[in-house]
């Protein structure tokens, strides 16, 4: 039987719903509902449980390491054939199925406390101060903006550890890439490059007795608040203060004692490893006494001639630093472990990115930072899987793209910091990420 016409007044057009029912529709996505037959609007997701971990050591491989050459193998090239491929064979590893660099071969039977990262990426190609600036603060540069580094935000997060000991220690590059930005300075790093006697600006003079320097303290006490009182309300004078006071509790045993390197069994610092490993020793050191995020830079001596920016001969000698990586790598995880701490402490190795699978002229590599992998260890993270994969040689990503802002928002994650909270440039809000979405699979 045909139905009776509609009348005019309550038609709709073809194409165009009545507000009465656009309003009732909203609602029903906004509440999650569903029509009968239909599935639901708005499907609510599992939520991913924020991680433990308290600490995170990032070991830095300026340059831009080449993933197939380590973390991601693939058939072997030749570079004096111009043959595109790894230049090392694959060995397995405690991951089933994966297999990673031979001359990595001290961690290989331990990435099952790991998860390789295969499928990172950006779109910074050649510019390594760019690329760098991504992989520290999570976001492309800006001209009006100053984003903070991600050592900044866990120190700003999670805290100062205690009065004497600093959030945030930097063994590397001091620049503005791995700084605070607009959290400001008592968000930055403390910087230092002799890992036996700590930061310079810190170390006491031997001459001075403790009497002397106790004298000292009290007189620059009572000048500071002589200062502040005739500059009340003057925010700058009060920071400079601040940051003043801080230093002389930096000063302390509780903090300087971290340096105390010779302190340890000889058969453990020789298990380390030359210089780099030393500093992984001093990261171990600086996690026990709280400090939140280490960096250590892998790069600091270019012991192959290039460092990680394997271009020409530094492509010849990558072994070298692949072994250091690996000897120091592997100890630090096995230290941490027999220390109850590896659980509470990330390890992140990173780097700006990655390189193609052919060799130029000299037998290098260039630049690639479609493709790249990282490495997680620790942190209290379902290890001993390998996220995303990449083609034949390395090239491109075939499964689960990892962007960097994900990759921001993992750590975070796994550190108790939510990603999707925001911090404040003064008044204005900024999200912590720029839209990164953690990992989930590595969250029990």
Same mark, same amino acid.
């Given at each position: 039987m045909k139905k009776p016409a509609m009348p005019e007044t309550g038609r709709k057009h073809a194409g165009v719903t009545s507000r009465r029912d656009f309003l009732a529709t909203g609602a029903l996505g906004a509440l999650g509902a569903s029509l009968p037959g239909q599935p639901a609007l708005c499907a609510e997701k599992t939520p991913i449980p924020r991680g433990k971990a308290e600490h995170v050591i990032m070991l830095w491989l300026g340059g831009g390491a080449s993933q197939i050459d380590t973390w991601d193998p693939k058939r072997r090239g030749d570079p004096k054939k111009k043959v595109a491929g790894s230049a090392y064979n694959s060995i397995p590893t405690a991951i089933d199925g994966a297999g990673v660099c031979e001359h990595l071969h001290r961690s290989a039977p331990l990435l099952d406390r790991a998860v390789l990262l295969r499928s990172v990426h950006h779109e910074v190609i050649d510019e390594h101060a760019a690329a760098v600036n991504r992989m520290h603060t999570g976001r492309p540069t800006s001209g009006t903006v100053v984003y903070p580094s991600m050592g900044s935000v866990v120190a700003h997060k999670l805290g100062k550890p205690a009065e004497a000991i600093p959030p945030y220690v930097l063994m590397g590059y001091p620049n503005l890439t791995r700084g605070p930005g607009f959290l400001g300075a008592k968000h930055g790093f403390i910087y230092l490059t002799d890992t036996e006697t700590g930061p310079a600006g810190l170390r006491r003079n031997p001459s001075i007795s403790t009497l002397r320097q106790g004298r000292r303290e009290a007189l620059l006490g009572r000048l500071r608040k002589s200062y502040?009182?005739?500059?009340?309300?003057?925010?700058?004078?009060?920071?400079?203060?601040?940051?003043?006071?801080?230093?002389?509790?930096?000063?302390?045993?509780?903090?300087?004692?971290?340096?105390?390197?010779?302190?340890?069994?000889?058969?453990?610092?020789?298990?380390?490893?030359?210089?780099?490993?030393?500093?992984?020793?001093?990261?171990?050191?600086?996690?026990?006494?709280?400090?939140?995020?280490?960096?250590?830079? &892998?790069?600091?001596?270019?012991?192959?001639?290039?460092?990680?920016?394997?271009?020409?001969?530094?492509?010849?000698?990558?072994? !070298?630093?692949?072994?250091?990586?690996?000897?120091?790598?592997?100890?630090?995880?096995?230290?941490?472990?027999?220390?109850?701490?590896?659980?509470?402490?990330?390890?992140? !190795?990173?780097?700006e990115f990655g390189r193609p699978p052919g060799f130029d %002229?000299?037998?290098?590599?260039? &630049?690639?930072?479609?493709?790249?992998?990282?490495?997680?260890?620790g942190? %209290?993270?379902?290890? %001993?899987?390998?996220?995303?994969?990449?083609?034949?040689?390395?090239?491109?990503?075939?499964?689960?793209?990892?962007?960097?802002?994900?990759?921001?928002?993992?750590?975070?994650?796994?550190?108790?910091?939510?990603?999707?909270?925001?911090?404040?440039?003064?008044?204005?809000?900024?999200?912590?990420?720029?839209? %990164?979405?953690?990992?989930?699979?590595?969250?029990a």
């Open positions: 502040l009182e005739r500059r009340r309300g003057d925010a700058a004078v009060r920071d400079y203060s601040d940051a003043g006071i801080a230093g002389l509790r930096l000063a302390g045993p509780e903090f300087m004692g971290a340096f105390a390197l010779d302190k340890e069994p000889a058969s453990l610092r020789e298990s380390y490893g030359s210089e780099f490993g030393q500093r992984c020793l001093l990261a171990r050191r600086l996690v026990e006494r709280g400090v939140r995020f280490i960096e250590v830079a &892998h790069n600091l001596n270019f012991i192959n001639g290039t460092g990680w920016d394997t271009h020409n001969e530094g492509q010849r000698n990558q072994h !070298i630093l692949i072994r250091e990586l690996d000897k120091a790598f592997s100890t630090l995880i096995t230290d941490l472990e027999k220390r109850s701490m590896l659980e509470k402490t990330l390890i992140l !190795i990173s780097t %002229g000299r037998g290098g590599r260039g &630049h690639q930072s479609k493709t790249f992998s990282l490495v997680l260890a942190g %209290g993270l379902k290890s %001993g899987q390998v996220v995303g994969q990449s083609d034949e040689l390395g090239r491109k990503i075939l499964t689960e793209p990892i962007s960097i802002p994900d990759l921001f928002a993992t750590v975070y994650n796994a550190v108790g910091i939510d990603p999707a909270s925001d911090l404040y440039a003064g008044d204005r809000p900024v999200p912590l990420t720029d839209q %990164g979405k953690p990992l989930g699979k590595l969250f």
